[in-house]
């Protein structure tokens, strides 16, 4: 848990920016995973809950997340898919949605994020910011696999919605968080998979990658286990999509 020395409470990007800027000071979205991977060092927190950064536009192709739009918020928005609000609701229990954010999510980057894996498969571009480089735009894959460059913030997420997509998981009990989870979302011809649990952070493959994938082994579950999760998980979807 941090040692929280400071608080401020930007009213704008620019001035969250700013402050991040200076001195020894961390983002507080929601606060869920701040709370517990925190150090121990004395550090100044930014609070970015009224720096506007929590608006949706939704129109018939896409949508415009705000870094601190909450989790249970993309549950209740119909106009989202059906795909990433089922994983929005699989991401934290019900006393935790309220208070996580779709940025805090990104920035956690947790392997076994079904949340992540539903919003690689729905094409989702990040809009980051910071007060030396200014902004820029990458892919989430990207993201994820490179990570955020020193003092850039998660400010917004574009993700495309057309198409039909569809959802699964495993986990070792219906509460616990997926041990593997599967997105596939079908545009035309062309199918897209997002998965967590098979890497260090989840990740996006085409149909001709599955066959290849090099799962991580460890205490939750063995690597053949997890390629047979794949494969069980990825049949079902294809036939509930056909």
């Known amino acids: 848990m941090y040692q929280v020395i400071g608080y401020h409470r930007p009213t704008s990007l620019p001035q969250a920016l700013q402050l991040l800027d200076s001195g020894d000071r961390v983002p507080l979205a929601g606060g869920v ?19 506007g950064l929590d608006t949706i536009e939704v129109d018939p192709a896409s949508a415009r997340l705000g870094a601190m739009v909450r989790l249970q918020t993309l549950v209740d928005e119909q106009r989202l898919p059906e795909s990433i609000r089922e994983a929005a609701r699989a991401e934290q229990p019900s006393t935790l949605r309220t208070l996580a954010t779709v940025g805090g999510t990104i920035a956690a980057a947790a392997d076994h994020s079904l949340l992540l894996a539903a919003l690689l498969a729905h094409d989702t571009s990040v809009r980051l910011a910071s007060e030396a480089h200014g902004e820029r735009t990458a892919s989430l894959a990207e993201l994820l696999a490179d990570g955020r460059g020193a003092g850039e913030l998660v400010a917004e997420i574009t993700v ?32 897209t998979f997002g998965l967590c649990g098979v890497a260090a952070t989840p990740i996006r493959v085409e149909s001709d990658q599955l066959a290849s994938l090099e799962p991580i082994d460890d205490h939750r579950a063995t690597a053949a286990y997890r390629t047979h999760l794949v494969e069980v998980l990825t049949g079902r979807l294809l036939e509930q999509l056909s």
Do not use: C, K, N, Y
Request: charged share 20%; hydrophobic share 45%.
């Open 33 to 51: 995973h701040l709370h517990h991977d925190g150090g121990a060092d004395p550090t100044e927190l930014v609070d970015l809950q009224a720096a």
């Open 160 to 191: 495309a919605t057309d198409g039909v997509a569809a959802a699964a998981h495993t986990g070792r009990t219906p509460r616990d968080v997926p041990i593997v989870g599967v997105v596939v979302r079908r545009v035309a011809d062309t199918l």
